[in-house]
């Protein structure tokens, strides 16, 4: 049990595409249901559920894949923590030595089935990997 950040999870996984259509039908073949869904053109996401627990989501924009330079579009680009308080774990991890990367804010969503809030928050751990603070507000 965390006792630093409590109620805190994974919440999702996300992942740059550089052919969303083509990602968002590979995912959904392998079971996992769409889930909600905003944005347009290159700024298109889409969360899917893997099954009981576990999102995934899938950004648009992604680079075509180089095998020459070993430069593939598939990067995942943060894990995301679902957390109870996301103003406390943005705080708790900046005093263990997190940098800032976007403080926490509410953003609400043009989303698909239903429209939603979230709230996050972003910091760079020790090797830069991103980690989003993650609440759904509704």
């Given at each position: 049990m965390n006792t630093k950040i409590p109620g805190m999870g994974i919440a999702?996984?996300?992942?740059?595409?550089?052919?969303?259509e083509k990602s968002v039908k590979f995912y959904t073949d392998l079971g996992m249901t769409p889930y909600l869904a905003w944005g347009e053109g290159d700024k298109r996401i889409q969360m899917l559920k893997f099954g009981e627990s576990g999102?995934?989501?899938l950004?648009?924009?992604g680079k075509e894949k180089s095998v020459e330079t070993d430069d593939f579009a598939g990067r995942y680009i943060h894990f995301a923590y679902s957390v109870e308080d996301v103003d406390a774990a943005y705080e708790v991890a900046l005093a263990a030595g997190a940098q800032p990367k976007t403080a926490p804010k509410t953003v609400p969503l043009e989303?698909?089935?239903?429209?939603?809030?979230?709230?996050?928050a972003f910091v760079y751990g020790p090797d830069g990997e991103q980690l989003e603070f993650f609440k759904e507000v509704r």
């Open positions: 999702h996984l996300a992942l740059k595409a550089s052919d969303f999102i995934l989501e950004f648009a924009g989303s698909t089935p239903e429209k939603i809030a979230i709230r996050i």
